[in-house]
């Protein structure tokens, strides 16, 4: 019997599987976090992915008009009740350029270092590891369309040198860094989601990936 490893993915409505231009949800077997599960599971890894995606949530950053979106608050004791975690995926920033932000990739990143510390230092029981960290760049954002238009106003600008600020941010943290704009774009249908088919893209992608760190043999 192989140790069940759990991976926690920390996330906003990309991961959380809003279908572009509704208020619906992909499955759980149609979003990445479900791919990546699946993929990693039918190569015989004991595996559980343990999502906490919430929609709109920035990185460090309040939302003037949604409570609770800001990441960095409660994010240890999320780390708290899963452990034990093998690793921990982060995949924020998006929501940082929303209209009512005057963000750059530098803010963004900014805010993902010190969700990298947080992690780093939640009060965990003694004797369990502190979780690998997989920081993700969500695809730049294009031409936002439908009703979240206004609400990114702006945003394809702002999201410039999002994954070279990320993979800076990584090699000096020493942490795992995936470029999903490598893999996939961001949604056909709004500018700023994903597709089902790049749900199907960046989960078997990260499958690959997350293996070689999490059940390397």
Same mark, same amino acid.
């Given at each position: ?43 015989? @890894? ?13 990185? =460090?950053?309040?939302? %003037? /008009?949604? +409570? &609770? ?34 963000? @750059? ?13 947080? =992690?780093?230092?939640? %009060? /965990?029981? +003694? &004797? ?90």
């Amino acid at each position: 019997m192989h140790d069940m490893k759990q991976i926690l993915i920390y996330s906003d409505s990309l991961s959380w599987g809003i279908i572009p231009m509704s208020r619906k949800r992909f499955e759980f077997n149609q979003r990445w976090p479900g791919v990546l599960e699946n993929q990693l599971r039918s190569q015989g @890894n004991e595996v559980r992915v343990i999502e906490d995606c919430l929609n709109g949530r920035r990185t =460090i950053y309040e939302d %003037p /008009i949604k +409570p &609770g979106r800001n990441g960095l608050i409660g994010l240890q004791q999320r780390i708290e009740v899963n452990s034990p975690l093998a690793m921990v995926v982060v995949m924020l920033g998006t929501n940082d350029f929303q209209f009512n932000h005057d963000h @750059n990739a530098s803010d963004a990143a900014k805010g993902m270092q010190e969700l990298i510390k947080a =992690i780093r230092s939640a %009060p /965990i029981e +003694p &004797g369990m590891p502190v979780p690998e960290i997989l920081v993700i760049a969500a695809p730049p954002i294009t031409q936002p369309r439908g009703d979240i238009a206004a609400k990114f106003s702006g945003a394809e600008k702002k999201c410039v040198g999002l994954a070279d600020a990320y993979r800076n941010l990584c090699n000096d943290m020493n942490c795992h860094f995936f470029d999903a704009g490598l893999v996939t774009t961001s949604s056909q249908v709004d500018g700023v989601h994903l597709d089902l088919e790049q749900h199907e893209l960046l989960g078997f992608a990260l499958s690959d990936y997350v293996a070689g760190i999490v059940f390397k043999h």
